[in-house]
């Protein structure tokens, strides 16, 4: 059964073949490549187009070379305007697999995750929004001025390639100029766990922004502490009893069951810290017995701050300590106030990998550093369907409200400066051989090479699987080298007459050289090649880093990251 021809992405289609069908293809003198398909994870699955971040206010016409088309439902339907210019449903893939879930034939999101990420990347100025109160403000995508086109390719939690394929042919047919498809590193939250890992991929994680959601608490000796919260209402507690079950360990960590309601009611209970008891837990403890607030003791900040079941305010050990030391040695321990849906800008550090976010080293090939670069995505201000039974008071929400800042090693190659990026100066390129070189290094036989290359020809000109990329990764393991040795390229894309010095920065536990230390160009598009080592010495730690900057006269500095793995 045939479910899709394409025509712009690629030239081929996709169909429903028996085991016999499929062989029968692949004998044939006209066959190139045979894909069978799995389920991937979720991309777009449509929009809510009622959403005030799609009003039109302020848009221009809509091109008049747009193709596309509002294609809609007999069960509510809506009308596309100068912002959601068009909606496609493109599951027939999923459908055939049987991923799809109940019948669907309507762009309308059922799921989130496309009306929130659309809403991200275009969505219109929408005054006074917010989350539950934090972060008041206007809420808008980053292209507000952009058009939306939507391509529904999800109905249930997983995808198909073919769908996807197919809804890029469409918006290349319908006019498109930019299509953002959500595949990133990953949400594996754990080392080794990148995807979309090839180097000819730009593979973004998500960051963090520098702001923070918080409440404060007066103590009745004027002490006052800032902590963590995502209490979705404004809640002011004032001249209550501070409660700590000091005698008994039970009660000091608030362990379930062991609190009794006539000693905690209308309290604010403090709750010190046990590894054997959650956050959560523990202000579900609370709840059941009647507390007026919280105050949980913890390094970690759980995801779900939001959905805790009483006002609770999280604060690190050094303040709890403190909090400990009042309500152990007054005999009246009292909490004046305690302030919710507060806050605070310049948090630090930020941005950072968020904890859910995948990271490297990359698990097909760990000379090739990824992600490549972070976004923001943390505390991000979209839109989100309101028929989905969330705790939310208004139809805006955070798609992911992560935490656990601890000072984990993460492997990734940093930041960008967008604007920056514009005028590089020097670039890493990479041509065709190279790719296929990379290729030959990661060991693929000739079914495999053919049918990525989309070739019957090519040379496998060099061994090894590094490539012109800029980044330095260097692995050793016990036994082994000390010293690795990199061949790169560069090509100057700024000014023609260039002198370029190399800047080294480098951590305890490695050194990098550079050979030669400065290059010159006297043309635009001029190539000049240069040798990096890496070596470690002395007891190195398990990960070391560092950056070679190349600095010319005219304000460019192109940086790599160079990170180096001891096992």
Known sequence: MLLYSYNHV????????????????????????????????MIDSGVWPESKIFNEKGMPPIPTRWKGKCHNSTINPFRCNRKLIGAHVLIKGSQAAGESGLPDNT????????????????????????????VNGVARGIAPGAHVAMYKVSSGEFIVESDVLAA???????????????????????????????????????????????????LGN?????????????????????YYGKSDFDKAICRTGALNESEVFGQV????????????EQAEELAINGAAAGILISNEIPYDTGELSIPSLILPFSSGALIKKYATESADARVKIMRFVLTSFGTKPAPQVADFSSRGPDPVNPNILKPNIIAPRVHVLAAFP??????????????????????????????????????????????????????????????????????????????????????FVAMFSTGSSNVKNFDRVVTNVGDEQSVYHAVVETSYGMTFRVEPTTLTFTSKYQKQSFVASVQTYGKSPPVAYGYLKWVDQNGHIVASPVVVQNS
């Open 10 to 41: 690629i030239h081929g289609f996709s169909a429903r073949l028996t085991s016999s069908q499929a062989l029968e293809i692949k004998n044939s003198p006209a066959h190139i490549a045979v894909h069978e398909e799995k389920p991937g994870r």
């Open 107 to 134: 762009p309308r999101d059922f799921l989130g995750h496309g009306t929130h990420t659309s809403s991200t990347a275009a969505g219109n100025h929408v005054p006074g929004a917010s989350q539950f109160g934090y």
């Open 168 to 218: 890029m042919d469409q918006a290349i047919a319908d006019g498109v100029d930019i299509m953002s498809l959500s595949l990133a590193s990953g949400n594996d939250g754990e080392p080794n766990t990148t995807h979309n890992s090839a180097p000819w991929i730009t593979t973004v994680d998500a960051g963090t922004l520098d702001r923070s959601f918080t409440a404060t608490v007066t």
């Open 222 to 242: 004027n002490q006052t502490f800032e902590g963590k919260s995502e209490f979705p209402n404004r809640v002011l507690v004032l001249d209550a009893s501070l």
């Open 269 to 280: 209970v403090l709750c010190d810290y046990d590894n054997t008891i959650s956050v959560p």
């Open 386 to 471: 309101p028929t989905i039974p969330i705790q939310q008071f208004d139809n805006y929400f955070w798609l992911q409200i992560t935490h656990y800042y601890q000072a984990h090693q993460y492997y990734g190659a940093g930041h960008i400066n967008p604007n920056k990026a514009m005028d590089p100066g020097l670039i890493y390129d990479i041509d065709w051989q190279g790719y296929v070189d990379f290729l030959c290094g990661l060991g693929y036989n000739d079914t495999e090479m053919k049918d990525i290359l989309r070739q019957c020809q090519w040379n496998c000109s060099q061994e090894g699987s590094d490539v012109n990329y800029p980044s």
